[in-house]
């Protein structure tokens, strides 16, 4: 598929504007020449929006969703087996926890070679201590069954160590990347500078 360019399929639960959907996008942007990419996600939204606009192809999920209902959940890891059955990518690059999940239960009953960014971790120290204990189970499980594992900062990469999440030679630190900074010189002043800057937390 794609001018024989590697076919690199990408999951992801939720498209609206979020540091993983921005992150996903900057993935499709930077390394198009060099991959054939096909994006799959559970919404039609800002990520699928932008995606189709640079020319990649957008396949919706109904099942994926965010909150866990088991039979939602069902329904939706059988959507994801049938679309690897159909494109047979070279790469399956899952993001965030319920595509993470999904995703990886998927690949490993289809043998396709699969790569996790990990956007954050369902047992972080301050999570509710049931959430902390199944996403524990649920991850040191699946990062050791199914393909490599990435994080995007020091913290969630040392709380992988920590708990032996993935093996030390299938665990990798990539920080998010940045768009060349345009080149910028302040005035020299006496004055203190107030910097105010807006997340989503």
């Known amino acids: 598929m794609g001018n024989n360019l590697p076919t690199i399929l990408i999951l992801i639960t939720k498209a609206d504007v979020g540091g993983a959907q921005v992150h996903v996008l900057e993935i499709l942007k930077q390394l198009k020449p060099r ?19 640079i020319g990649i192809e957008v396949r919706i ?37 319920k595509a993470g999940v999904l995703g990886r239960l998927a690949a490993w ?7 996790f960014t990990a956007h954050g971790w369902a047992f972080t120290e301050g999570a509710p201590k049931l959430q902390r204990s199944y996403g524990l189970l649920v991850e040191s499980l699946l990062c050791r069954l ?8 020091d913290y969630d990469f040392k709380l992988a160590q920590r708990f032996k999440v993935g093996t030390a030679q299938k665990r ?11 080149a910028f010189s302040a005035r020299k002043t006496s004055q203190v500078l107030n910097i105010l800057t807006i997340g989503r937390l």
């Open 172 to 182: 990798f630190l990539i920080k998010n990347g940045v768009a060349k900074p345009q």
């Open 146 to 153: 199914v393909g490599s594992v990435i994080t995007i900062s």
């Open 61 to 97: 999920l109904k099942h994926l969703k965010r909150a866990i209902r088991f039979q939602e959940d069902k329904f939706g890891l059988q959507e994801i087996k049938f679309l690897l059955q159909d494109i047979k990518p070279d790469i399956f690059h899952c993001h965030s926890s």
């Open 109 to 115: 009953r289809t043998g396709t070679k699969t790569i």
């Open 35 to 53: 991959y054939h990419f096909i994006l799959a996600t559970g919404e039609e939204d800002f990520l699928s929006k932008q995606a189709r606009e």
